[in-house]
Nanobody
């Protein structure tokens, strides 16, 4: 059983930056593909980014490509999401997720474990 805890959310002005972090425990971290999803009120959960265990393969949702960067530190069991040039439409609750194996899924059903989420609010 893998436990995930997110941190780093908050309130930021448009064009600002935030770094989210997710700490994993209870599993062999390098064996898991890690992802970030977000969900705004009244909307479906949206794929943001994912990274394979080795860190060699990264994928981004179209709405964040070029602005967000995912990274992981397998020694610390953490995965980070650096968010630059934030927009009001990035406002959502951001969730960290983990799935066994090296395949990157862009749908929430493809992930096995989830954190509780951290709120990101971008003001205009």
């Amino acid at each position: 059983q893998v436990q995930l805890v997110e941190s780093g959310g908050g309130l930021v002005q448009a064009e600002g930056s935030l770094r989210l972090s997710c700490t994993a425990s209870g599993g062999t971290f390098i064996l898991y593909t890690m992802g970030w999803f977000r969900q705004a009120p009244g909307k479906e959960r949206e794929f943001v980014s994912a990274i394979t265990g080795s860190g060699f393969i990264r994928k981004y949702g179209d709405s964040v490509k070029g602005r967000f960067t995912i990274s992981r530190d397998n020694a610390k069991n953490t995965v980070d999401l650096l968010m630059n040039s934030l927009k009001p439409e990035d406002t959502a609750r951001y969730y960290c997720a983990a799935r066994s194996g090296g395949f990157i899924s862009t749908i929430s059903a493809g992930f096995d474990y989830w954190g509780q989420g951290t709120q990101v609010t971008v003001s205009s």
